[in-house]
């Protein structure tokens, strides 16, 4: 009977020099599930646009939802969400606390994302 679906293998042969070449590349699970969360974190429009306001530069939670048109627990939320993932970190100068990207990575890899999504 004809494969109606074309985008699935209608064999069963096992390419031998695909799974020696990538067996010994495979992730550990440990590894797959710390990169699962980074991208759930990243996962929400909210955290998208902290995240793109904070590229810019560090702003405190008033700002921020300023920004963004929210209240100050709802950022409150999504910035612990943020820095539990390791995407921000904070600073405190007297009373306000400074929020920024956590490194450069954070900037590469939504700069990496937009190029994809804009392509």
Do not use: W
Not at 17 to 34: A, F, M, P, R
Not at 74 to 96: P, T
């Amino acid at each position: 009977m004809e494969n109606l679906n074309n985008d699935t293998c209608s064999c069963n042969f096992i390419h031998e020099d695909v799974v020696n070449l990538v067996k010994d590349n495979i992730l550990d699970e440990n590894t797959i599930n710390n990169l699962s969360e980074l991208f759930k974190a990243i996962a929400d429009p909210t955290r998208i646009k902290i995240i793109n306001i904070l590229i810019n530069t560090e702003a405190c939670v008033c700002d921020i939802a300023s920004l963004l048109n929210m209240t100050q627990s709802a950022i409150s939320h999504q910035l612990r969400v943020l820095k539990s993932a390791r995407l921000v970190k904070y600073r405190k100068e007297g009373k306000v606390v400074y929020y920024s990207l956590d490194d450069y990575h954070v900037n590469d890899i939504f700069e990496k994302g937009l190029n994809h999504v804009r392509e």
